[in-house]
């Protein structure tokens, strides 16, 4: 076993015979810890798209942590989880009439992305305070399609029509008191670093009313042994340093935001599963697995790699082995390349009944699962020292169907 599991697999085993599989156990002391690496930053922020359980947004709200919303329905999580309405944030690159009609109710902080959005935000909240998101011509993410920075993403307001967007918000009332720019998803320290310097020429522009910047989030993190470590102090200090130019030429303290998602939750949860059947098709062996891209997206969305643990065999023999799924699509593997070719990992022999715990899945695990095949959404469990609690039940038929109606 390369590094250790984040919680142990004899306790993984009793949480699969008590729950069933596939199940997602998530480790609150490895999420609190990642809160505390950040304590470089003014206001940590989670994007709660990575994992919007209410139960992980009640714990982070506990240790002051912020939320971001991508849409009404998480705007409407954020507050059901017990945040106040301006902590907050919604960020996107349009309203829908749902997300309108809350930031008219509620003093939400609002993270422009379009400067088509400004007019609608002016009257559905005159006067309002606004952050402008920034695409700052680049982008960095773990593939093009999670890069949200440069002239092939859809999102912020164009570097060249920040000004522009700054005039339009400022002759609409608007008081723009943050910029913020969040350039891709996994993306690289040199790329994060580069970002911080979107707002040199900016803030000067928005001097009288600006009190905030935001990193966004990207902090990559550590899927397989050999991803380079991410530095997380030097990206820190290259923000703190443009926040400090920023405040010196605004002439005030700027409060400085980060705003992760994968880095706060991604390492704390594991995907148990087991295993239904084994064959041998050609030359690779598959172990067929309860979970599958209904379950975990990433392996067959973006060919991500997640590290696979075995937690019953103890078969020294260790051989190539593809995991893959029970879905009727022949996408659905575990281990495949990036270019979506099958990928054997190295696994002890196994047998129908043995568990697998697929790891690192705390972030774009379950936030991304489907119902595909009429496959039920799995339990979530969080253990807290001896502690493991349920915090969403493993769904039933009666509930896929519950919005269905009969002929
Ligand atoms: C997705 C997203 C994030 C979080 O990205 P991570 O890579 O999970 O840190 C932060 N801010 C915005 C606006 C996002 O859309």
Request: net charge neutral; with cysteine; charged share 25%.
């Amino acid at each position: 076993m390369s590094r250790e599991l984040v919680i142990p697999a004899a306790r993984l085993r009793e949480l699969a015979r008590e729950f069933g599989t596939p199940l997602y156990v998530y480790d609150e002391a490895t999420i609190l810890e990642r809160v505390r690496r950040l304590a470089g930053f003014d206001l940590v922020r989670y994007a709660q798209k990575a994992n919007p359980n209410l139960a992980l947004l009640a714990l982070l709200r506990s240790v002051g942590v912020a939320v971001d919303a991508v849409s009404a329905g998480e705007i409407e999580r954020a507050l059901r989880a017990g945040y106040a309405p301006d902590e907050v944030a919604y960020t996107a690159d349009l309203f829908d009439a749902r997300a309108l009609e809350f930031i008219a109710r509620k003093p939400l902080r609002v993270n422009c992305g379009s400067v088509d959005m400004l007019p609608l935000l002016a009257k559905a909240r005159p006067g309002a305070e606004v952050v402008l998101r920034i695409n700052p011509g680049f982008g960095h993410g773990h593939g093009l399609r999670v890069t949200t920075g440069g002239e092939s993403s859809k999102h912020g307001i164009w570097h060249v029509d920040a000004p522009n967007a700054l005039n339009v918000a400022q002759q609409l009332g608007l008081a723009v008191v943050g910029l913020h720019v969040h350039i891709g998803s996994g993306s690289d320290q040199r790329n994060l670093a580069l970002a911080a310097a979107a707002f040199e020429n900016l803030a000067p522009l928005v001097r009288r009313t600006l009190k905030s910047l935001s990193a966004g989030g990207g902090i990559p993190i550590p899927y397989r042994d050999a991803d380079p470590d991410f530095e997380l102090g030097s990206y820190a200090q290259t923000w703190r340093d443009a926040a400090r130019r920023a405040s010196e030429c605004v002439g005030r303290k700027l409060k400085l935001e980060v705003e992760p998602g994968r880095f706060l939750v991604a390492e704390s949860g594991l995907l148990v599963t087991e295993v239904q059947g084994t064959k041998r098709n050609g030359g690779f062996d598959y172990a067929l697995v309860d979970a599958g891209f209904h379950t975990l997206l990433r392996p067959a969305m973006y060919g991500a790699y997640h590290r696979i643990e075995a937690l019953t065999s103890a078969d020294r023999n260790l051989r190539p082995t593809v995991v893959a799924g029970p879905l009727c699509e022949s996408g659905d593997v575990f281990t495949l390349t990036s270019d979506g070719a099958p990928d054997p990992r190295l696994l002890p022999a196994l047998a129908r009944g043995d568990l697998l715990a697929i790891c690192d899945v705390g972030a774009y695990g379950m936030s991304m699962a489907s119902r595909y095949n009429s496959q039920p959404l799995p339990a979530e469990v969080l253990v807290s020292g001896d502690n493991a609690r349920l915090i969403r039940r493993r769904e039933s038929l009666e509930d896929q169907l519950l919005h269905e109606l009969d002929l």
